[in-house]
């Protein structure tokens, strides 16, 4: 069972960026949980961020046959990205939505997430640990945990 954890813009900024809504780990330390986490479920997953819109749509395209799920937080794309959306749809991959903060309780432009109407769910406001519980959601779709 292979997974890719997709990290969209400004999520390379994490521990500098506004540590109030989205905490103080970096990107390096989540990554680090997230392998740990997998390695316990016996799942592999690849970890990437990519602050380029286009980079984000290649990935989704090239884990068609490849990877079992993709965990996407694909930051401030999530409220714009027809072309994130169509990459799913086009990948045929389960995709689960996520994000550090609760996207629902901030402002309005962020209630709107095209990456909703194609995600099989989506993870939001638990900070950090949402890597982990979207590992375990990811694991649950292919009967792993
Ligand atoms: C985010 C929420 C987005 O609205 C924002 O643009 C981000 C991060 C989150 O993880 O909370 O860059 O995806």
Same mark, same amino acid.
């Given at each position: ?5 997709? %990290?969209?813009?400004?999520? %390379?900024?994490?521990g ?50 490849v ?12 409220h ?21 903060s ?44």
């Open positions: 069972s292979s997974l890719l954890i997709l %990290n969209g813009p400004n999520l %390379n900024m994490l500098v960026r506004q540590p109030e809504i989205y905490g103080s780990l970096r990107l390096e330390d989540i990554k680090a949980s997230c392998n740990a986490h997998a390695e316990k479920l016996g799942i592999s997953c690849e970890f990437e961020q990519s602050n380029d819109e286009g980079t984000l749509v290649t990935r989704i395209q090239e884990a068609r046959g990877h079992d799920a993709i965990i996407l937080n694909a930051g401030a794309y999530t714009t990205s027809i072309a994130l959306m169509d990459a799913i749809i086009a990948a045929e991959v389960p995709t689960i939505e996520l994000h550090l609760n996207i629902h309780a901030r402002e309005e432009f962020r209630h709107r997430s095209y990456i909703a109407r194609v995600a099989v769910g989506q993870i939001c406001g638990f900070g950090a640990k949402g890597y982990l519980l979207a590992i375990d959601a990811a694991a649950g779709l292919s009967g792993k945990a």
